[in-house]
């Protein structure tokens, strides 16, 4: 941002503070206060209507993003999504749905949900909420996402189409949990968990999945914090807790004034000894970088992928009047080892390398992020991935909506183990996109490739974000790396 737009917004940000926190009438005299006597002149002469509030949200906003990439203001309609995903979970009725031709339609149905529970199915179109139509192109998400949400007990009226049938059918909201936490089978002895995020419930939801992949012969384990971008610190430094011994530090946080915590490791864990292997990438940021660079100064964890993204700075919401409030820098944290992995964001900005060394002298490098022990190549996406998923997503909707019947009443488990996508429908796919070409003119690679993400589109498609995460991950070349190099570890 130019420097001379950088001094207007702190000159509205000001004025717009004065102007709510004072006790100024449109009658008053100026107090003699330059800004209180302009934001006077503002209001009463300025010749056209001004929306005050508007310009305070947009100046306290420019001020923020001035100073740091990570402060931002969270405005009141903003911030109870932001703290339902961070909360653990929303009140709803458990469905996933898209807009498909102007109407909503519920993709996948959670399993035990309330909506599963009042009969309602895959494929459902609904064409009312509570007695008003949804169909239309001016239709939203965020419109069918407010109508479906409500108080916790309270009842949402669905008027619903299903083939050749109408019905209405009342549904009882209730708590929808949000899964921050995701795992795999055992395979080999080796346990995997994907933490998509720390939010208030992560390190509950990680000890419950720890202790069930322990009963199944966990005997290493893999953390994977890709795309992770962060949360809430507790959660993180608790997780770290679990696997570090009494003492050792987790993160040390510096304020301003000077003043300095540091989380320390606490005693009597059941995975202190438990081998770990953490995998990173340029999205991992944050609170995922505070427990990975806690891990790898104390030479607890192998670090595989890419470099992290780099974000060393610590960030408290500050409430408004109004209820909106500001997420602001208020600290700097620094791992074990006292690396900060802060990345430059100001122009001319040296990086301070330093040398720092992990508990068994290991050098550790820091140029903004924390850098792997094994840097894994990124996967080359093929053709088919690059430029059709969205086109696969497409014709598995509508494939699976011509076949509901048969795919309802096929189970998750046999689909995943024992389904193959047979060459009618990958003729019917390449028919679809219009890509001019038969199966018969397909490479074998590519044929294999097309065949594993049709089935993943028709596995999203049926059974949601889970199932087609599952599959997506059997194919995921860096985690198939690290398997290989943590199952070497175990030998």
Known sequence: MKKEHVVIWV?????????LGGNFTPNSKPSGSKLEE?????????????????????AIDGILSSLDPHSTYIPLEDGAEIAERMQGGFTGIGVEFMIYRDTLVFLYVIDNGPASNYGIENGD?????????????????????????????????????????VLTVSVQRDLIPIQSVYSLPVNNGIGYVKVDRFSETTHEEFMTTLKDLDDRGMRSLIIDLRDNPGGYLHESVSMADEFLREGQNIVTTQYKDGRTSTSKATDGHTFEDLPLHILINEGSASASEVF???????????????????????????????????RMTVAYYYTPSGRSIQKPYKENEVVD??????????????????????????????YF???????MDAFAFNYIDRNR???NAMLWEDFSTQFKVDPLTLADFLDY???????????????????SLLKIALAKNQWGFDAYRSLLLKRDGALLQVYDLAARKLQ
Not at 14 to 19: D, T
Not at 359 to 372: A, H, K, N, S
Not at 385 to 391: A, D, H, K, L, Q
Not at 442 to 451: F, V
């Open 292 to 326: 990975t660079g806690a891990l790898q100064d104390h030479d607890r964890a192998s670090v595989y992928g890419n470099t992290s993204f780099g974000k060393g700075l610590v960030q408290e919401d500050k409430m408004l009047s109004d209820g909106s409030k500001v």
């Open 433 to 451: 996109g219009g890509y001019g070409i038969a199966v018969e003119d397909i490479s074998q690679g590519d044929l294999k490739e097309l065949e």
């Open 353 to 382: 390398e330093g040398i720092f060394l992990s508990d068994t002298g290991r050098v550790l490098t820091t140029g903004g992020g924390i850098e792997p022990d094994v840097t894994l190549s990124k996967d080359s996406l093929s």
């Open 125 to 165: 179109r609904i064409f009312a909420i509570d007695g008003d139509t949804l169909i239309g192109p001016l239709l939203t998400n965020q419109e069918i996402t407010s109508r479906i949400k409500g108080p916790r007990k309270s009842y949402v009226d669905l008027s619903i189409k299903r083939g050749d049938s």
């Open 385 to 391: 991935w690059t430029f059709s998923f969205g086109t």
């Open 405 to 407: 019947a048969a795919y």
């Open 38 to 58: 302009f934001f006077n002149y503002l209001e009463l002469e300025y010749v056209d209507t001004l929306d005050i509030e508007d310009l305070t949200e947009q």
């Open 11 to 19: 000159t509205l940000f000001l004025l717009a503070g004065i102007w």
